[in-house]
């Protein structure tokens, strides 16, 4: 059973930092390409940060390139992101993925997301 558990998100004033984690299970994660979206109120989700699966490239989205770092443990199955400098803009809903191959099958698993409030 393919799992994808965030945790890591809360409440934050303006100019703080938080670490999401996403641990994941069910799946051969380090074959995997993770990624974290995150979703604002009536809206579709929008990519934050991208890893491939041995940890050698990263990409960032605009809205936060040099304020996330995105990072992976493939010996513990578990993604990360460092968010920096936070704005209250940042409030959303943050949702890790993982995109690969089982078997024949490209795959895409979503886990349930963490809510991150940016708030004084």
């Known amino acids: 059973q393919v799992q994808l558990v965030e945790s890591g998100g809360g409440l934050v004033q303006p100019g703080g930092s938080l670490r999401l984690s996403c641990a994941a299970s069910?799946?051969?994660?380090?074959?995997?390409?993770m990624s974290w979206y995150r979703r604002f109120p009536g809206k579709e989700r929008e990519l934050v940060a991208t890893?491939?699966?041995?940890?050698?490239?990263?990409t960032y989205a605009a809205s936060m390139k040099g304020r996330v770092t995105i990072s992976r443990d493939n010996g513990k199955n578990t993604v990360y992101l460092q968010m920096n400098s936070l704005k209250p803009e940042d409030t959303a809903v943050y949702y890790c993925?993982?995109?690969?191959?089982?078997?024949?099958?490209?795959?895409?698993?979503w886990g349930q997301g963490t809510q991150v409030t940016v708030s004084s």
């Open positions: 993925k993982a995109a690969g191959y089982s078997g024949e099958y490209y795959k895409n698993y």
């Open positions: 890893i491939t699966s041995d940890g050698g490239q990263t």
């Open positions: 069910g799946f051969t994660f380090s074959s995997y390409t």
